[in-house]
């Protein structure tokens, strides 16, 4: 299964609790279709693992040396056998950090501020899970010109008035009014938080039912496999 992990650098050390997040990079459900970066992705905080430890922190010594400040996780494929490193990512991910942000209590200006100055400080967390779903409208994820102008435009409409939970992609706020905009049709990242999977999950779906926007489309499964992974994950030694 693919794992990744990351964690918040000050150029001298890891920032703790480090982040354990599961993608979902495939447009349609099931894993079918073609690979579009990522549709959503179920996350949770936590102290030093050996997924961290056989990986990420074996890095501390080159980061420091090269005075790396910010984000930086490590993706993997995880079986029975071992650990596969795969490809770093030296910078903030999307959805990954709108996701991240669901679960962090410091305000954000803060720890961004202390990050920047190379302070020690720790992250505040909610327990429990975060779900980020990806809500896009056509022609994601490729690019149609004639179904750009269809959708330019295009109102998105909140049921009850409210943005809890709600990320913006390429929209703009117009006469009172949220819109599509640009020429992607990544229009929303959809968050939600819970102290199990299942209510993080809930939270993020009833968001989404929140919204009317014409044709929009996203992934229902978003964690749905959590209860298998998190078995296998436990069976092999990699979550302690």
């Not at 990420?56 to 400040?69: G, N």
């Not at 494929?77 to 990954?96: K, M, S």
Request: aromatic share 12%.
């Amino acid at each position: 299964m693919e794992i990744a992990i990351g964690a918040f650098f000050n150029g001298n050390d890891f920032i703790y609790p480090i982040n354990v997040n599961f993608e979902h990079k495939k447009l349609f459900p099931g894993e079918i279709g073609p690979s579009t970066g990522e549709m959503g992705t179920l996350m949770y905080w936590s102290d030093s693992n050996k997924v961290f430890r056989t990986t990420l922190e074996k890095m501390k010594a080159a980061l420091a040396e090269s005075k790396h400040i910010g984000y930086i996780d490590i993706n993997c494929i995880a079986n029975n056998n071992n650990i596969y490193p795969l490809e770093f990512t030296a910078r903030f991910g999307y959805p990954t950090i709108s996701i991240q942000l669901e679960g962090i209590l410091n305000p954000i200006g803060e720890w961004l501020s202390k990050l920047a100055r190379g302070e020690n400080f720790t992250l505040r967390t909610k327990k429990g899970f975060q779900v980020g779903v990806v809500v896009a409208i056509p022609p994601f994820p490729y690019k149609d010109k004639r179904e750009i102008e269809i959708y330019r435009d295009s109102s998105i409409v909140f049921k009850k008035p409210s943005m809890e939970g709600i990320h913006l992609g390429d929209t703009k706020f117009v006469d009172g009014d949220w819109r599509v905009a640009g020429e992607s049709g990544y229009a929303l990242v959809v968050t939600g938080s819970g102290t199990t999977m299942a209510e993080a999950r809930k939270m993020a779906y009833n968001r989404i039912d929140n919204i009317i926007l014409q044709n929009k489309f996203y992934r229902t499964d978003i964690g749905l496999r959590w209860n298998t992974d998190s078995d296998r994950l436990q069976s092999w030694g990699y979550l302690y």
